[in-house]
């Protein structure tokens, strides 16, 4: 069983920038695709961007694309997601996810990743 851990997340002022973390353990966490997702209230998960178990592939929802950057450390862990230009639409519960299955590309499903972390949250002020 993989644990995800997220970190990162805070307040800030629109425009401005955060960096979020995810430490995974409990399995061979570099064989795996990973990706973010996020949770604003009373909307659906919505899915953010992805990185490919080898780090070659990312893919990016349109709402973040250009201003968010996904990737992955030394080692493949842990995954970062470098977020700009941020915007008050940007708030919400930010969480890390690890496919379902190994050696996959850069999914963009909820229903394809299969562990998730406990999510932080990132509040953009206005």
């Known amino acids: 069983q993989v644990q995800l851990v997220e970190s990162g997340g805070g307040l800030v002022q629109a425009g401005g920038s955060l960096r979020l973390s995810c430490v995974a353990s409990g399995r061979t966490f570099s064989d795996y695709a990973m990706g973010w997702f996020r949770q604003a209230p009373g909307k659906e998960r919505e899915f953010v961007a992805a990185i490919s178990w080898s780090g070659g592939t990312t893919r990016y929802g349109d709402r973040v694309k250009g201003r968010f950057t996904i990737s992955r450390g030394n080692a493949k862990n842990p995954v970062y997601l470098q977020m700009n230009s941020l915007k008050p639409e940007d708030t919400a519960v930010y969480y890390c996810?690890?496919?379902?299955?190994?050696?996959?590309?850069?999914?963009?499903?909820?229903?394809?990743?299969?562990?998730w972390g406990q999510g932080t949250q990132v509040t953009v002020s206005s």
């Open positions: 996810a690890a496919s379902r299955a190994r050696y996959s590309g850069s999914y963009s499903r909820v229903a394809d990743f299969g562990s």
